[in-house]
Structure formats: C-alpha cells, structure tokens
C-alpha cells in the first residue's frame, strides 16, 4: 500500500508563474549589480522618492531601496525600507518582469498610504506599471 503524493507545501512547483512574496532572487544585493544600475539607470523623480531602473537579463525584476543620508534613527530607517518593500510586493504582479529598480527616498511621512501613492506615481512615469 502505497500513500498518494501531497502536493508541494513551499509553492516552488505551483502553476503561479510568480510567487506573491518578496524572495531573495526579487532583491539587488551584490555591489556589483547596484553600482551597474545608479551608473546605467534612467531615472525619474516624484515628491519623497525617485526611481533608478535598468533592464536586466532574469524573467523577474529586483528591488533595491536605500535612503538618504540623515533620515532619522534606524528605527525609521528600517521603516520606511520594509513599508517600500511592501508596497512593491503587493504590487509586483503588475510590474512590467526583467527590470532591477532602485528606490531612493527621502525623509516624509512613511505610511503605507503615501509611499504607495509615491512608488506606483514613480512606476507610471517610467512605463514599468500595467496596473489600474
């Protein structure tokens, strides 16, 4: 007697083409790939943030997010990295795939609400966005 296979737990063999979470494939981490995107990336700006992108050669995009110097403690630092994280989580199914895109913000209200607001205007202006 044979027990039947359960289906994978872990989403890696899910019929989704992509995952709703922020894995670690989805974050530019290595030097390397941050400098090429601020020397090679186009860039546009809205009240709070701006935006670095470039195209790069994967089947999905990455996300970087850093700040400028002097914003607050690191417990606002933090913040206002985990709310932009977020907002490009809950949004990634509609970004355009194959694009590593900085976000540079500068200090301002860190809700959830008016980062969103900042990222998805920054996405429009660029032509990465296809969502409503």
Do not use: C
Request: no cysteine.
């Amino acid at each position: 007697m044979s027990w039947p296979e359960e289906e994978p737990k872990d989403g890696r063999n899910s019929p989704l083409p992509m995952r709703k979470s922020l894995t670690k494939r989805e974050i530019l981490r290595t030097k390397r790939e941050i400098d090429r995107l601020f020397r090679s990336g186009r860039r546009v700006t809205a009240d709070g943030a701006k935006l670095v992108y470039t195209r790069n050669d994967l089947s999905e995009s990455r996300v970087f997010v850093t700040l400028i110097r002097k914003y607050g403690n690191a417990v606002q630092r933090n913040r206002a990295k985990r709310v932009v994280r977020e907002v490009y989580r809950v949004h990634k199914l509609n970004i355009q795939p194959g694009w590593d895109l900085g976000f540079i913000l500068t200090p301002g209200a860190d809700s959830f609400h008016t980062r969103e607001t900042q990222i998805l205007e920054l996405l429009k202006k660029a032509r990465l966005f296809s969502g409503a």
